[in-house]
């Protein structure tokens, strides 16, 4: 089962770290994709036929795509850290990153407005980075392209949620 962005465009993305505390919105029009991420088996006699099949849910796996992950949520995700100096317009921001540090945990929430019983609303519980960031610089701009990770049951004992719904602007709680 895959979940991608609706006709109506995706409206919101939010990442926050695992305690809540610190929350990045993405720009609109980010796209966000998962899948149930599934373990399974097969058993067979000693004749080589089939005699009993497993599978089960174990996670999920998540892309964010296009431009415009600012700085901010690269650090949330990395565990880096942003330091912005000056004011506008000569205001800089440097984002700083180790080699060798462990990616932290952090959740990812999502938005999508519809026409009608088709608002949908994406909790992913306990994500993490599991393959590099992707990024370009191109006229005179610093796009992210792509990022993807992993997730998992958090605190609740949910490695997600999905909530349909007719009419709602808020994201689920945390």
């Not at 089960?56 to 650090?75: C, K, M, Q």
Request: glycine share 12%; aromatic share 8%.
């Amino acid at each position: 089962m895959t979940y991608g962005d609706k006709p109506y465009a995706l409206e919101e993305v939010i990442l926050t770290n695992m305690a809540g505390t610190v929350q990045v919105t993405l720009p609109v029009q980010q796209k966000l994709k998962f899948s149930i991420l599934v373990k399974s088996g097969e058993l067979e006699n000693a004749y080589g036929e089939l005699q009993a099949l497993a599978a089960r849910a174990v996670g999920v796996e998540w892309e964010l795509e296009h431009g415009g992950i600012s700085l901010e949520a690269i650090a949330l995700m990395n565990g880096g850290t942003v330091v912005t100096a000056g004011a506008t317009p000569n205001e800089t921001k440097t984002l700083s990153g180790t080699i060798g540090t462990s990616f932290p945990y952090f959740k990812v929430y999502g938005k999508s407005l519809g026409d009608g019983i088709d608002d949908v609303h994406v909790k992913l519980g306990k994500c993490k980075l599991m393959e590099a960031i992707e990024g370009e610089f191109g006229n005179g701009e610093f796009f992210v392209t792509s990022c993807k990770g992993k997730g998992m049951k958090d605190a609740s004992g949910k490695a997600f949620d999905i909530v349909q719904n007719e009419t709602a602007s808020d994201l689920p709680s945390s």
